[in-house]
């Protein structure tokens, strides 16, 4: 069964870059696909940026788009989310997902990003 578990988060200022982790229990190359999303109270969880392995294609949500950016590292399984220039209006869980070439989606717990001042 694959694992996730993001790390990372945490009380960051406006402007400022973070960098969140998510740890594998499989090597991330075995990934046909890899996402982080993030929630906010009363919502629904968005995607923000997804990997396929397939044709190697990423894309962003609007909000994500020049800021966020998607990382893996075979070498240490893990994916990353590089976030800079963070907003307020970043607050928010934030989700790793990914999908073995089985077809096998798994989630992480989430981690807790507080953006302000």
């Known amino acids: 069964q694959v694992q996730l578990v993001e790390s990372g988060g945490g009380l960051v200022q406006p402007g400022r870059s973070l960098r969140l982790s998510c740890a594998s229990s499989i090597n991330p190359f075995m990934f046909a696909g890899m996402a982080w999303y993030r929630q906010t109270p009363g919502q629904q969880q968005r995607e923000l940026v997804a990997h396929r392995s397939r044709d190697g294609s990423t894309t962003y949500s609007d909000s994500a788009k020049g800021r966020f950016s998607i990382a893996r590292d075979i070498s240490v399984n893990v994916i990353y989310l590089q976030m800079n220039d963070l907003r307020r209006e970043d607050t928010a869980v934030y989700y790793c997902?990914?999908?073995?070439?089985?077809?096998?989606?798994?989630w992480g717990q989430g981690t807790q990003v507080t953006v302000s001042s």
């Open positions: 997902q990914a999908r073995t070439w089985e077809g096998l989606e798994t």
